[in-house]
């Protein structure tokens, strides 16, 4: 079972740890383990709404960081960015797994539901700093598991639109989480 009780701590002893880890240190694994389960589960859990099912795909996720932390770079923003870019495209693959399924008994992805339970998240205030299109574009993204593709049919714009309101969207995030 993952925790989320431990606080994340700065970017700094996260990617030295991390370093220790793509060295094989057990014990710097376990430290890293506890400081980013918790935020690993909880980006997980946001995007597949099932606990059980994000316990699981966060087992993956800390599997991956692992065996892969030697491929841990500077150019990849941090080292909890790192870790939680590794989570969303986990969750991400779940999500379109699951999709798939659906689309072929004809269920599709509920944008008002997932709307309403973020009105209770922390993430939801963020969110609503967002322009109405970068708002619906991460959410049918990053929620609803949908490609860039679909989210341009979703929305009735282009592609080229759709990724300029995600990537503009994100970088409004990431300005927001740096001056908190």
């Avoid at 909880?42 to 996720?61: G, M, N, Y």
């Avoid at 973020?118 to 970068?134: G, R």
């Avoid at 991460?138 to 300029?164: F, K, N, P, Q, W």
Wanted: net charge negative.
């Amino acid at each position: 079972m993952v925790s989320r009780t431990r606080a994340v701590p700065t970017a700094a002893p996260l990617e030295r740890l991390l370093g220790r880890v793509a060295c094989g240190d057990e014990h710097a694994f376990a430290e890293l383990y506890d400081a980013i389960a918790g935020p690993v589960l909880a980006i997980v859990t946001r995007i597949l709404h099932d606990r059980d099912l994000a316990e699981e795909v966060a087992q993956e996720v800390l599997l991956e960081v692992w065996l892969k932390a030697n491929r841990f770079g500077e150019a990849d923003g941090g080292a909890l960015a790192w870790v939680l870019t590794i989570a969303h495209q986990r969750a991400v693959d779940r999500v379109r797994y699951e999709h798939a399924r659906d689309r072929r008994t004809g269920q599709r992805f509920d944008e008002a539901g997932t709307l309403d339970e973020l009105a209770h998240d922390p993430v939801s205030a963020a969110l609503n700093q967002l322009t109405e299109p970068q708002r619906r574009s991460l959410i049918l993204a990053y929620y609803g598991g949908y490609t860039d593709h679909e989210v341009s049919t979703a929305l009735a714009e282009s592609v080229t639109v759709v990724r300029s309101n995600m990537r503009d969207g994100l970088i409004t995030l990431r300005d927001m989480e740096v001056r908190a």
